[in-house]
């Protein structure tokens, strides 16, 4: 039973870094498998069939960037929005070590396949609810200590950092640099959170 | 000659609205010439390969955002924040007639291709570039009519506007709703261009 665990792991963890830079509709089966060190009777095993396969790696992405989140926003030592903006330096971080590539998973899938799989779209609309409750809870600590001003509603202003930060992610790749990341940061503190 | 031309045209075309809803790599050149009408052969007389025929797509597209964005951001009887206003409303209109589906173009490829290849990275960031200094020429007008804050640069502005809205329109795609581009106007106007 451990054995066939793992090696429905690393299938799913392979083929979510293969796919983060490639592409989902760019990425065969047989290369995940490989890459993974996978026999290909294994993948029918654990997945019905491809589009499965990439329903389960959002639901691992989603995963594993909650887990990441939760260290930085249950953070009670650390001011609301302070925790919201070491959350995004923490991945101007990440993304250098990287030189800018790749981008969210999520965005990128969700660019890819929102038009393409009504099951992308639903399992995608899932996970960006997810990742958005994360500024929302910080926005609501912040209300509470009266940090934000009251013209802000926190479920439209929650989506805005998000959704401006998938913008920002798909210019740093053309980009390669922090810069978009920076402005973003810029923006979202000095002309909205802090207003 | 005139034929030729046309053919070429046609091609351009018919490839920009495949690989608007599928993407690069998902689009078989085949698949182009068959919904264009025009033999395979052809493609080789204008077209040195693939990635030619994609930079070549980029082009095109960014001359066509051009002369729309021209039409708007001409017009001297509009005050220039309105300009832009209208300008991405005149976006939700068309996105709605097409069931909030596709996004832009330049962004998907940015998104898809920026990390994969190098020649598509170089043009598109000359036309998000070109994208961008419509919103910069018309922030800088209302600078001299004294509309914005002296707290905005105008080139991180611009850049911000465009950068954000590319994340609203793939957030739309899994939407399927005007809602993310409507909550990007609202945020970009009441609290940074009327801040």
Chains 1, 2 share one sequence.
């Not at 983060?20 to 498998?33: A, C, F, M, S």
């Not at 490989?34 to 396969?53: C, I, L, M, Q, W």
């Not at 030189?99 to 965005?107: K, R, S, Y």
């Not at 926190?154 to 053309?174: H, N």
Request: aromatic fraction near 12%.
């Amino acid at each position: 039973m451990m054995k066939k665990t793992n090696s429905r792991d690393k299938i799913i963890e392979v083929g979510a870094q293969i796919i983060h830079r490639k592409g989902y509709n760019h990425t065969g089966i047989q290369e995940v498998l490989t890459a993974a060190g996978v026999p290909k009777g294994s993948f029918y095993f654990y997945f019905k069939n491809k589009e499965d396969f990439g329903l389960q790696i959002i639901d691992y992405f989603t995963e594993f960037y909650s887990q990441q989140a939760n260290l930085v926003f249950d953070d009670q030592s650390v001011p609301p929005l302070e925790r919201i903006k070491r959350f995004l330096e923490g991945f101007i971080k990440i993304f250098e070590s990287i030189d800018f590539t790749c981008g969210c998973l999520i965005g990128n899938l969700a660019q890819e396949m929102g038009d393409l799989s009504p099951a992308f779209r639903i399992k995608l609309k899932e996970s960006v609810d997810i990742m958005t409750d994360f500024y929302a809870r910080a926005l609501k600590e912040a209300r509470q200590r009266d940090d934000i001003s009251a013209r802000l509603d926190i479920a439209e202003t929650a989506d805005f950092i998000l959704t401006s930060w998938q913008g920002a992610l798909v210019r740093m790749k053309i980009e390669q640099s922090a810069r978009p990341l920076k402005n973003h940061i810029k923006f979202i503190f000095e002309f909205i959170l802090e207003s």
